[in-house]
């Protein structure tokens, strides 16, 4: 099974500010990795997929990088909505599905 | 528009089995390249998957649950089943179910990606006795 480590566990920082949230995979996924965006009380919402695309919807202030096992969610210029929590997920040809344990963007 | 929901007790006893029904609608699940998969998160926990569904019926299943665990269709009705035996206090959680991004190549067609694009609002199964 893959291990995905996210750091930090928890980030504060204020609106305007750059957030870079990282995501560590026990071995490659290659691009196959997701991003996901959760709030209190609801459902997680989709950010990114295979490393770096935007899901439908998303505005352009969140970007994703990496490849391999290192992979990075970047949101440009936070907005008072982003505070959340952040989960990577991995899809690679290794089942299980996995899922990091998350990362709190937290307003300081 | 697309839309998942999760229905089921929010209530189990310790040993009893779990059944949890997903009824969606605005995609088929007849259609290649779809599939639906749950996924659960203990309270202020991570999230982890459990199982999913393809259009073809080829299922699969997270190794620490396999044996408890079992997914099935409902084309006919849009429905995805989930049933978890042998329910232990630790099962306490937040289910969702979600669908598989659907992606398309001109050369394959439809096929998934492995990642969650919508999700139902999920519902809180507590097991106690």
């Known amino acids: 099974e893959i291990v995905l480590t996210q750091s930090p566990a928890t980030l504060s920082l204020s609106p305007g500010e750059r957030a870079t949230l990282s995501c560590r995979a026990s071995?490659?996924?290659?691009?196959?990795l997701a991003w996901y965006q959760q709030k209190p009380g609801q459902a997680p919402r989709l950010l990114i997929f295979d490393a770096s695309n935007r899901a439908t919807g998303i505005p352009a202030r969140f970007s994703g990088s990496g490849s391999g096992t290192d992979f990075t969610l970047t949101i440009s210029s936070l907005e008072p909505e982003d505070f959340a929590v952040y989960f990577c997920?991995?899809?690679?040809?290794?089942?299980?599905?996995?899922f990091g344990q998350g990362t709190r963007l937290e307003i300081k | 528009q697309i839309t998942l929901k999760e229905s089921g007790p929010t209530l189990v006893k310790p040993t009893q089995t779990l059944t949890l029904t997903c009824t969606f609608s605005g995609f088929s699940l007849s259609a290649s390249g779809m599939g639906v998969g749950w996924i659960r998160q203990p309270p202020g926990k991570a999230l982890e998957w459990l199982a999913l569904?393809?259009?073809?019926?080829?299922?699969r299943y997270s190794p620490s649950l396999k044996s408890r665990v079992t997914i099935t269709k409902d084309t006919s009705k849009n429905q995805v089943v989930l049933t978890m035996t042998n329910m232990d206090p630790v099962d306490t959680a937040t289910y969702y179910c979600?669908?598989?991004?659907?992606?398309?190549?001109?050369?394959?067609?439809?096929?998934?990606?492995?990642?969650?694009?919508?999700w139902g609002q999920g519902t809180l199964v507590t097991v106690s006795s």
């Open positions: 071995q490659s996924v290659s691009t196959y």
């Open positions: 997920q991995q899809r690679s040809s290794n089942w299980p599905i996995t």
């Open positions: 569904i393809h259009w073809n019926d080829d299922k």
């Open positions: 979600a669908r598989l991004l659907p992606h398309y190549d001109i050369l394959t067609g439809y096929y998934p990606l492995y990642c969650f694009d919508c």
